[in-house]
């Protein structure tokens, strides 16, 4: 039966009673009781933290290798782990060194001239049955000294033998939990790993740290794990080791992951996984603490996903890329009966920009980056003319034509006798607005600043009416600007958040662009040697592996038929046209075929 309601005078008189009570057994109490009991009702507390970076693309030092200069944006970023050394020896200084864990979310081996130095030019496998060289972003990271780096999509552009060499030489695990064998379907790598924080006198704070990289990789490095490996959804392999995290006594869980947090995919359905998963991941596994962020180079200092089971907070940060920030999770604990549990947490981003370089960092390296410096610089011919990408977004320019030029000679070279019958084509993207090939002298670093991805080269067959799906689909990446609207070059590109790396046009074709018409309908007298194109022609076309894989979601190129590969890199195939022909004259390569206008009147 219900126990009578105490009205408030007796509940004050017995309240005060119970605490003189209690008042007084603290009084005859010896020490050691009084100490326990205060120690029961102050539960025992601890702080660490786990600092973040991710796609550093091997950016070692404060260096653009492409313009041989110290690194400078508008927005007065730094690059490079070397400063971002320092930070992290200044939050150990700050909270002590057993406070302090430090992770990474993949992106490593790839995308400096740094990254291809050492994995083509002296490559870390070694040459002639001779030893390699260290990958300077391993020498740097285990410096650092790094816990644990998810493995990100690029780690697997120069094929899986560089990335095991890499693994090899890092004193820390590469973490992947849905990059499989293809055979056997076990992790090809540590799905996890679990980190002590020692607390005296007390359990120590098991960290179980667990990494998952991107599923695109299935599509853009095909040619590297075909038959290899097998990349599973972020949230399905989440669900696997979540709760193995948790059974192992794990009283945080802090997952790194090579993947965005808007749950968005470049790719389209061509895979059945989500490419930015992470908030995701977030929602639909329950178990999880925090999640350090990849893949999307964007800063998002701290985001707030609640779980759809529990209800619980997870907390997100992306550090951008590069080496710009460094996200910094400070986690707050107390011990319940022998169990730690999170009280609270928070992330925010740190900027390296305002401190020196790690000075160690810089001698153990400084010799490797003059190596690449040297090896930049190297002449291979001369240019008649400056070559800018200044407008390469909304005009055809001759430099992009360069591209095409080498992309299509190459192609037409390795095509059958049945193949070779059929006209072809060249796709490619204005990877960078600043790039500049100079009158005079023409370098390595000139040549890779305009072609600054490892990308490799395909033909594949498209139809005429493919061909003109595949532009329209380019086309997305212009803002309608009805006709007698001036046109703002300003505000004109990346709508849809179609950046400049995925926006394609043609060579070996004619068409018009016409930006006053919605999206689908811009495609205007396509054309080829003066004949519009029919639907049922077949074009050979040459394009980029991450293209013709299925990157950035183009249509019908992926599952095309394929009529040339090769593993040769598009940008070494330009150095090669350069060096041959000793002069890099447009007269031999530059045509105007394609333009934008407005309602058929051209805008430039």
């Not at 849905?178 to 090809?188: H, I, S, W």
Request: hydrophobic letters at 40%.
């Amino acid at each position: 039966m219900p126990l009578s309601p105490m009205n408030r005078r007796e509940f004050v008189k017995k309240s005060a009673v119970t605490t003189a009570a209690v008042a007084a057994g603290s009084a005859l109490a010896t020490p050691a009781q009084a100490a326990e009991q205060k120690r029961e009702h102050k539960p025992r507390t601890w702080s660490f933290s786990i600092l973040g970076t991710t796609d550093l693309h091997s950016h070692v030092f404060d260096w653009d290798y492409y313009l041989d200069a110290p690194y400078s944006d508008k927005a007065g970023n730094s690059v490079g782990v070397a400063r971002v050394a320092t930070l992290v020896k200044q939050q150990r200084e700050a909270k002590g060194e057993d406070h302090v864990l430090l992770v990474d979310a993949g992106d490593i081996i790839q995308g400096t001239s740094l990254a291809y130095y050492f994995a083509r030019v002296d490559p870390i496998t070694g040459t002639d049955g001779k030893p390699g060289p260290k990958h300077p972003m391993a020498v740097a990271m285990n410096h650092m000294r790094y816990d644990a780096a998810a493995l990100g999509n690029h780690e697997f552009n120069y094929g899986i033998d560089v990335l095991r060499k890499f693994e090899s030489q890092c004193r820390f695990p590469l973490l992947g939990a849905n990059a499989l064998d293809a055979k056997t379907l076990r992790p090809a790598f540590h799905p996890y790993t679990v980190k002590r924080i020692r607390v005296p006198g007390a359990p120590d704070i098991k960290v179980g740290i667990l990494g998952l990289t991107n599923p695109g990789i299935a599509l853009w490095d095909k040619d590297n794990v075909s038959g290899k490996m097998v990349f599973p959804g972020l949230v399905e392999q989440a669900k696997k080791y979540v709760p193995r995290l948790r059974a192992l006594g794990c009283d945080v869980v802090f997952l790194t992951d090579h993947s965005g947090l808007d749950g968005s995919s470049s790719y389209g359905d061509e895979l059945p996984y989500v490419e930015n998963a992470s908030n995701l991941v977030a929602e639909q596994v329950p178990g999880i603490d925090a999640i350090l962020v990849g893949h999307t180079h964007v800063e998002v200092p701290s985001y707030i996903v609640k779980n759809e089971q529990t209800g619980d907070e997870v907390l997100l940060s992306e550090p951008y890329c590069w080496g710009y920030r460094l996200s910094v999770f400070d986690f707050e604990l107390e011990l319940h009966h022998g169990q730690w549990k999170v009280t609270s947490k928070t992330a925010q981003t740190l900027n390296p920009n305002t401190v020196e370089e790690d000075p160690e960092i810089k001698r153990l390296l400084e010799a490797d980056h003059e190596l690449v410096v040297k090896y930049v610089n190297t002449p291979v011919g001369t240019c008649t003319t400056d070559l800018s990408a200044a407008e390469s977004c909304w005009k055809d320019v001759p430099i992009m034509d360069f591209i095409h030029k080498v992309q299509a000679d190459e192609v037409k070279s390795g095509l059958s006798a049945a193949d070779a019958a059929l006209p072809l084509i060249s796709v490619a993207a204005p990877f960078s607005r600043t790039a500049d090939i100079p009158q005079g002298n023409v370098t390595i670093k000139d040549i890779a600043g305009l072609y600054i991805y490892d990308n490799t080269l395909y033909g594949k067959k498209l139809t005429g009416a493919q061909l003109k799906d595949y532009l329209e689909y380019a086309a997305k990446y212009y803002h309608q600007v009805p006709s007698g609207t001036k046109v703002d070059t300003a505000t004109l590109t990346n709508a849809n958040s179609f950046w400049d790396y995925m926006y394609d046009t043609a060579a070996g074709v004619d068409y018009e662009i016409d930006i006053a018409q919605p999206e689908g309908s811009r495609i205007k007298n396509l054309s080829y040697n003066g004949a519009p194109v029919a639907d049922d022609q077949v074009f050979v076309v040459a394009v980029n592996n991450y293209r013709a894989n299925g990157g950035s979601g183009y249509p019908h190129i992926a599952s095309a038929d394929i009529a040339y590969s090769s593993t040769n890199e598009i940008r070494q195939l330009m150095i090669d046209y350069v060096t041959a022909k000793r002069t890099l004259d447009p007269a031999d390569f530059a045509v105007t075929n394609w333009k934008l206008t407005q309602d058929g009147t051209p805008v430039f």
